[in-house]
């Protein structure tokens, strides 16, 4: 751990979650995995999207509704680019996009793993202080306590308790805020050597 820094940590989710689809294959619910692949198809003057999910066990497909039935004039055009190329990124968010799966989906399952790069970006404002500020581009189900236990290898008890003492400040702060997800905006302050 360095001395009096402000580190960036960008969190970028491993697993996009899967929702639980009835699959026709298997007989039951079973989870579903986006194949990353958008089909486009036209009705009359009028555009389906559908994002392509795969039941995990049997592979057979589920066409997740991304827009129904709009004319041209109504989508925007980088949408309508990013459905006709499956563009990654655009995809992606589709993916992480949690309410729009819950339309479909009662139980979702969501995965904690994330890839977790940091970033110095100056100099704290007091001696023996770290900073922490995140940056999290697609929704994590990672919480906070989880996090910073296993990247500052203190256990979840010892975080509560700096938490009480206020070694460690978070802002916003909320209620049980250790056991909230990690969301872009968030600080982390902690007192070193204590
Ligand atoms: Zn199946």
Known sequence: M???TVVRWTITPRIAPRPWIACGGCG?????QSSGKVRLNANGK???AWLIYKCIDCARSWNRPLF???TLKEID??????AHFSTPDWVRAQEFDIDGLRRHAQRI????EADIDKQDVGEAALPGQIVIEFEVALPSSLRLDRLLAGE???SRSKLQSLHEEGLLIIEPGRKEVLRRRVRSGMQVRLMQGG
Do not use: Y
């Open 2 to 4: 360095c001395n009096s």
């Open 28 to 32: 039951t619910l079973k989870p579903f």
């Open 46 to 48: 009028r555009l389906d």
């Open 68 to 70: 129904e039935r709009r």
């Open 77 to 82: 055009p980088k949408v309508l680019e990013a």
């Open 109 to 112: 399952d969501e995965f904690g």
């Open 152 to 154: 500052l290898g203190l």
